[in-house]
């Protein structure tokens, strides 16, 4: 059935692609407008339903289940969200250092040197979102915080194995 998140099309905020014959010309068109954007400049990405980033699960736009906002639908997000920190890290570890930032849909969306202002913020904006919130910091110094990812991280390791 179609997705109603994306709206059939696969994509979610497309309306900020001016050109519409990039849209118009399908699916492969849009993917590769979108890998021509700097990361900071848009907010054009794959509909989470639909895909992860890498893979449709079945055609772009069409999805089996009304609601599919499962873990499997939440594992997704959190790995295309990390993907997309680790991708920007070595960028943001010159500009960003000790800021925490957050990321939605696979691009920063929002950054603060105060970590609850920003949670607070991503809270109002990206309700029922999945955000990540990371510090900017070197990797010997993540192990001190506790977080969500723990939990997720090692049953991340098997996703698509079985
Ligand atoms: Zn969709």
């Known amino acids: 059935m179609k997705c109603k998140r994306c709206n059939g099309t696969g994509f979610l905020n497309l309306n900020q692609i001016e050109d519409q014959s990039v849209i118009d010309a399908g699916v492969d068109s849009i993917l590769e407008w979108i890998e021509r954007q700097e990361p900071y400049e848009y907010t054009v990405c794959v509909c989470d339903y639909c895909g992860n980033g890498f893979e449709w699960y079945k055609t772009p736009g069409e999805i089996d289940e009304l609601e599919p906002v499962t873990s499997d639908t ?3 997000s959190f790995q295309r969200e990390w993907i997309a920190f680790q991708q920007l890290l070595p960028l943001l570890l010159k500009t960003h250092l000790g800021k925490y930032v957050a990321f939605a849909e696979g691009n920063l969306v929002d950054e603060d040197k105060d970590e609850i202002k920003l949670a607070k913020r991503i809270e109002q904006r990206y309700r029922d979102r999945f955000v990540l919130i990371r510090q900017v910091c070197q990797e ?12 997720i991280l090692p049953r991340m390791n098997s996703w698509g194995s079985s």
């Open 74 to 76: 939440l594992r997704c």
């Open 140 to 151: 010997d110094t993540e192990d001190q915080l506790p977080s969500p990812e723990a939990d």
